[in-house]
């Protein structure tokens, strides 16, 4: 079953059960999808790859608004923005821990005979190919960046 097709099944579950929170979410998902296969002109449906990066860049997004709503003390905003990136997390894939990134990103850098901080746009371009979806961009970066100046 693809992506959108879950999202529609949520979607009505949500309806039925008078959820507003997982309603809103879901409505972002199918939103910024839509958007997606538009934008690309896509009669068919995304592949996983691009659906995982549209999911991260919505979880990207609420993660950022709920940091700004706690440091002003909107409690309630802010609760707001955690349920619906729990609810986003839902559709991802399962993401790596560290140590798998790791692990990843040690032999992209073994393959890429990369051996400075300099070839780090060459590791990085590797890396966020393979791991796309599986974690996030900015734990990516950290550990090549960590992994290529030792």
């Not at 592949?47 to 919505?58: N, S, T």
């Not at 990103?105 to 780090?120: C, E, G, L, R």
Request: aromatic letters at 2%.
């Amino acid at each position: 079953m693809s992506l959108e097709n879950k999202i529609n099944n949520e979607l009505k579950q949500a309806m039925l059960s008078k959820n507003e929170s997982r309603l809103t979410a879901l409505r972002a998902i199918k939103s910024a999808l839509l958007l997606s296969k538009t934008e690309k002109k896509q009669a068919e449906d995304l592949d996983e790859k691009e659906e995982a990066k549209i999911l991260q860049k919505l979880i990207k997004q609420r993660k950022d608004s709920a940091k700004i709503y706690k440091e002003q003390n909107r409690t309630d905003l802010f609760e707001k923005e955690k349920v619906e990136i729990e609810v986003i997390q839902e559709f991802l894939p399962e993401q790596m821990n560290e140590a798998e990134i790791r692990e990843e990103v040690q032999k992209i850098i073994s393959q890429t005979q990369a051996s400075s901080i300099k070839d780090m746009g060459k590791v990085m371009g590797m890396a966020n190919k393979a791991l796309a979806g599986k974690a996030e961009g900015r734990v990516i970066s950290s550990i090549v960046k960590e992994l290529l100046s030792t």
